[in-house]
C-alpha cells in the first residue's frame, strides 16, 4: 500500500483544514487508516484513526471533538476534518494504514505502512 497525504498549509488559529490520503491498491477497504503528527523535536504521536469498514473511530484528547476522521472506500482516500485550529497543532500529519486489527491503533508501532506528511502550520 502507497499512501499520500495533502492538505496541509498555513493557516490562523480558529480555521479548519481538511487533510486528504489518497491509498494505492485494491484491498484499502481491509485496512485500518491512521494519522499521526510529529511537532518538532517531538515524538509522533497519534491523532485519530477509523476501522477497516469505517464504523468506529478514535480520537487522541488533544484533537477530541475539533476533529473528524473518515473514509471512502470507493476513492481509497481517508480524511482529517480539523477545526478550530490551535499553534499547538502545528506539526507533520502522516497518514498510516494497518491490517484490521481488534483494538483501535493508537501506537505507530501498530502500523504497516506511511505517507511522506503534510506539513500544517497554525499561526496565533
Known amino acids: 500500500v502507497q499512501l499520500q497525504a495533502s492538505g496541509g498549509g498555513l493557516v490562523q488559529a480558529g480555521d479548519s483544514l481538511r487533510l486528504s490520503c489518497a491509498a494505492s491498491g485494491r484491498t484499502f477497504s481491509s485496512y485500518d487508516m491512521g494519522w499521526f503528527r510529529q511537532a518538532p523535536g517531538k515524538e509522533r504521536e497519534f491523532v485519530a484513526t477509523?476501522?477497516?469498514?469505517?464504523?468506529?473511530?478514535y480520537y487522541a484528547d488533544s484533537v477530541k471533538g475539533r476533529s473528524t476522521i473518515s473514509r471512502d472506500n470507493a476513492k481509497n482516500t481517508v480524511y482529517l476534518q480539523m477545526n478550530s485550529l490551535k499553534p499547538e497543532d502545528t506539526a507533520v500529519y502522516y497518514c498510516?494504514?494497518?491490517?484490521?486489527?481488534?483494538?483501535?491503533?493508537?501506537?505507530?508501532?501498530?502500523?504497516?505502512?506511511w505517507g511522506q506528511g503534510t506539513q500544517v502550520t497554525v499561526s496565533s
Open positions: 498510516a494504514a494497518r491490517r484490521a486489527g481488534v483494538v483501535p491503533g493508537v501506537t505507530k508501532s501498530g502500523y504497516d505502512y
Open positions: 477509523i476501522r477497516w469498514s469505517g464504523g468506529s473511530t
